[in-house]
């Protein structure tokens, strides 16, 4: 297996890139060379080098071996819904297998590949196959990103299922406070830390802009 995680979230807008960026950093730290991906994104912005993805170039900022934008995030699309919509939209589908060889190609030049998924779990990519199932076939363990707000322990609950559902690993998962002021937070935060069968990795608290190695420090990888 290759040496990585696979990050996925309750829900979209929960922090994904923040805790991958936080994950990169925190690898980083401990002289750990590490590649990224984000395989596909949608309400990418046009540039003269062409579709570019904020949370992409996020990644490809802070992990340490410098790939091609296009190796970063090989699906890229302008409209910002759902990736196989925004696909379909130009008559393009997504397909698993290019990510693979694109994937199996990066993994031996870093000693981490961090790979963050699009929306929550089970994402469409396209009629037929999600984003569960791409993690599958990358075989990596996957670290759930639970953004702290009304409805996060039914989301959560639900992914921790499907995930088992698909034979994958939780490795972990990681609390994201996403509002200034969620009412019962910690009460929040026990509740799943009882209920779900993986450590929790970290608490990232609230923050209104990426500081990468700030919250790197919020997570615990001696779990990992």
Not at 8 to 36: C, I, M
Not at 162 to 190: M, Q, T, Y
Request: proline letters at 6%; a negative charge.
């Amino acid at each position: 297996m290759t040496r990585g995680f696979f990050i996925t979230g309750t829900d979209t807008e929960v922090g994904k890139t923040w805790v991958s960026a936080a994950l990169l950093s925190a690898l980083k730290a401990r002289g750990h060379s590490t590649a990224a991906m984000k395989p596909a994104s949608a309400g990418c912005v046009e540039t003269p080098e062409g579709l570019r993805n904020e949370d992409a170039l996020i990644l490809q900022r802070h992990a340490t071996l410098a790939l091609p934008y296009e190796q970063v995030n090989p699906y890229a699309f302008a409209p910002p819904i759902a990736p196989h919509l925004a696909a379909a939209r130009i008559g393009q589908r997504i397909d698993i297998a290019p990510v693979k060889a694109i994937f199996d190609s990066i993994a031996p030049h870093a000693d981490y590949l961090v790979v963050e998924g699009a929306g929550g779990w089970r994402v469409p990519l396209n009629e037929r196959e999600t984003i569960a199932d791409l993690a599958k076939v990358l075989d990596l363990p996957v670290i759930l990103v639970v953004g702290m707000r009304l409805g996060c322990i039914n989301h959560a609950l639900l992914s921790c299922e499907s995930i088992a559902g698909h034979g994958v690993k939780l490795a972990g998962w990681v609390a994201n406070s996403i509002l200034p002021d969620f009412a019962e937070l910690e009460e929040n935060i026990d509740t799943l830390r009882q209920r779900i069968d993986a450590p929790l990795l970290g608490v990232i608290p609230h923050m209104t802009e990426l500081d990468a190695a700030l919250a790197a420090g919020h997570l615990n990888l001696n779990h990992l």
